[in-house]
């Protein structure tokens, strides 16, 4: 790969493509909805992919699956998407959050603008790691009420009751009509975004910590080689997530977003690289181009075999949204 295009730019090249996928995506589904509400003549295909933006009924449906093997027939693209994600941050860390995630593209950008401005810092740590455990008790919660606290019954009557069927519209008018609490929040996580480094991946984001976890068993690690090292700390520097790299022989960090920066940053050729399991070398690169790999791979697979497009036929939308969605 050309010596010009650092790890730094390749990230910010595939994140800048999923974001204006994402808005292509949300374009596409307003004049879904335009016409599910009888606002305009012109039908348009719903896009499944807009059900990315569903984590929660992803998780209901993941727990359906377990439990009765029912793939969901309402937002089946978002349980695909779902799986493909955890197969991604198993095999190439968490290459959603670095990579694919808009958010984490927005996040990037602040970081960045934060780092220019001699900002951006991560906390000690006595403030940090308590604030960790915040995306993981999000995570506990979420994961206590789906698998736990709901019956495989109120799962099942939930995934196909009016408010799951119209989740996805309800999502779009956060963007559309965000009120003024929302703005709030948002102008606030932007503002902190710029003095501490990816503050709601870092401290908030339960969907990367449950990639975390799955990362952190994974294969693929940044190994340093502590003989070419020269201890000069750019690495961590450089790490968006504020690991310590220069500390470790092996990053399996479950903050760790295989972005390579710390392979960008480091002056000694093939110091740090990515390993799986310790013994295989792989370009900086190949986690990258696996990960969105895997995401087109499981779509493809998905398309095959229906499990992307809803069971819903569009006329059925057409009398739900109406019936249940009231968008001020």
Same mark, same amino acid.
């Given at each position: !790969?050309?010596?010009? @295009?650092?790890?730094?730019?390749?990230?910010?090249? @595939?994140?800048?493509?999923?974001?204006?996928?994402?808005?292509?995506?949300?374009?596409?589904?307003?004049?879904?909805?335009?016409?599910?509400?009888?606002?305009?003549?012109?039908?348009? $295909?719903?896009?499944?992919?807009?059900?990315?933006?569903?984590?929660?009924?992803?998780?209901?449906?993941?727990?359906?699956?377990?439990?009765?093997?029912? #793939?969901? +027939?309402?937002?089946?693209?978002?349980?695909?998407?779902? %799986?493909a994600l955890i197969v991604m941050a198993f095999l190439f860390r968490k290459g959603f959050c670095g990579y694919i995630c808009p958010v984490g593209f927005i996040s990037n950008l602040f970081?960045?603008?934060?780092?220019?401005?001699?900002?951006?810092?991560?906390?000690?740590? #006595?403030?940090?790691?308590?604030?960790?455990?915040?995306?993981?008790? %999000?995570?506990?919660?979420?994961?206590?009420?789906?698998?736990?606290?709901?019956?495989?019954?109120?799962?099942?009557?939930? !995934?196909?009751?009016?408010?799951?069927? +119209?989740?996805?519209?309800?999502?779009?008018?956060?963007?559309?009509?965000?009120?003024?609490?929302?703005?709030?929040?948002?102008?606030?996580?932007?503002?902190?975004? @710029?003095?501490?480094?990816?503050?709601?991946?870092?401290?908030?984001?339960?969907?990367? $910590?449950?990639?975390?976890?799955?990362? #952190?068993?994974?294969?693929? $690690?940044?190994?340093?080689?502590?003989?070419?090292?020269?201890?000069?700390?750019?690495?961590?520097?450089?790490?968006?997530?504020?690991?310590?790299?220069?500390?470790?022989?092996?990053?399996?960090?479950?903050?760790?977003?295989?972005?390579?920066?710390?392979?960008?940053?480091?002056?000694?050729?093939?110091? %740090?690289?990515?390993?799986?399991?310790?013994?295989?070398?792989?370009?900086?690169?190949?986690?990258?181009?696996?990960?969105?790999?895997?995401?087109?791979?499981?779509?493809?697979?998905?398309?095959?075999?229906?499990?992307?497009d809803p069971s819903v036929p569009a006329e059925m939308f057409r009398k739900i949204y109406p019936m249940f969605l009231k968008i001020s």
């Amino acid at each position: !790969m050309n010596k010009q @295009i650092t790890p730094a730019r390749f990230r910010l090249a @595939i994140q800048l493509v999923f974001t204006l996928f994402c808005v292509y995506v949300g374009f596409r589904f307003a004049a879904f909805l335009s016409w599910a509400l009888g606002e305009s003549t012109e039908y348009v $295909a719903r896009p499944g992919a807009v059900e990315g933006f569903l984590p929660i009924s992803a998780l209901l449906g993941f727990r359906q699956l377990l439990s009765e093997g029912i #793939w969901d +027939v309402v937002h089946p693209a978002g349980l695909t998407i779902f %799986l493909a994600l955890i197969v991604m941050a198993f095999l190439f860390r968490k290459g959603f959050c670095g990579y694919i995630c808009p958010v984490g593209f927005i996040s990037n950008l602040f970081e960045r603008i934060g780092r220019k401005m001699h900002l951006a810092i991560i906390p000690h740590k #006595w403030i940090d790691y308590p604030l960790m455990t915040l995306k993981y008790g %999000l995570l506990g919660f979420f994961a206590y009420i789906v698998f736990f606290s709901m019956s495989i019954r109120s799962v099942g009557e939930f !995934m196909t009751g009016p408010y799951n069927v +119209v989740a996805d519209a309800k999502m779009l008018a956060l963007f559309t009509n965000p009120t003024a609490m929302t703005m709030m929040v948002l102008l606030v996580l932007a503002a902190l975004s @710029i003095v501490i480094r990816n503050v709601w991946c870092r401290y908030l984001c339960p969907y990367g $910590a449950l990639l975390g976890l799955f990362a #952190w068993f994974g294969p693929t $690690a940044i190994a340093r080689d502590e003989t070419t090292c020269i201890d000069c700390g750019k690495c961590t520097k450089g790490c968006p997530s504020g690991i310590t790299v220069h500390e470790k022989m092996i990053v399996r960090s479950p903050e760790c977003i295989g972005c390579a920066e710390c392979i960008g940053n480091c002056p000694v050729d093939d110091c %740090l690289s990515f390993s799986v399991y310790k013994r295989v070398k792989i370009p900086w690169f190949a986690v990258g181009i696996g990960a969105v790999a895997i995401l087109l791979g499981f779509y493809l697979w998905a398309k095959m075999t229906s499990h992307w497009d809803p069971s819903v036929p569009a006329e059925m939308f057409r009398k739900i949204y109406p019936m249940f969605l009231k968008i001020s």
